[in-house]
Every structure is written in C-alpha cells, then in structure tokens.
C-alpha cells in the first residue's frame, strides 16, 4: 500500500487517510470494515461518481444534478466537510 505523505512526516491523518484499507476490505468481502476505515468519503462516493460521469460523458454535464455537483457551493461544502473530517479525525 502507498503511505500517506502527510501521516508520514506529521502522524496526522488525512481526509483521505483509509480509502486504500477500505478498498482493499470491500474486494475481500468486509463491508463493516470498508465503512470502518473512513466513513466520510464513502458518504460522499455518489458525488464523486456524479463529477466523473459528468466528465466522462459530456452530454450529461446539462443534467440538473450534475450542474449542481459543479456548483461553487457544492464544491465548497465538501471541501469543508472534508476539512472538518480531516480535523476531527486527529482529535478523535
């Protein structure tokens, strides 16, 4: 597995700290441990999804939904809830 550059040099986790882990559980069967290892960015799977079908299919970027995925206030509010996960992931 690649080793986050931030928990490397600071022991910090990152937002994204256990999507590897996740993965690797989901492949192998374990749902509860896949959800375990970071639950937020799994909650926000279906966004992601949403940006890149808009991109892989540009037909789709006309789309009500995909339009508002695209939208400063979305990107902004999950860059901020990632922020606030990152954070209280290290306090926690």
């Known amino acids: 597995m690649l080793p986050c550059p931030l928990y490397t040099f600071t022991h910090l986790q990152c937002p994204f700290c256990g999507v590897q882990r996740g993965l690797l559980a989901l492949l192998h069967g374990d749902v509860a441990a896949w959800w375990h290892y970071n639950p937020v960015v799994w909650l926000l799977l279906p966004y992601f999804i949403v940006l890149v079908a808009g991109e892989v299919h540009r037909p789709w ?6 339009r508002w995925c695209y939208s400063n206030r979305a990107i902004f509010s999950v860059a901020g809830l990632l922020l606030a996960w990152g954070i209280v992931r290290n306090l926690i």
């Open 61 to 66: 970027q006309e789309n009500r939904v995909v």
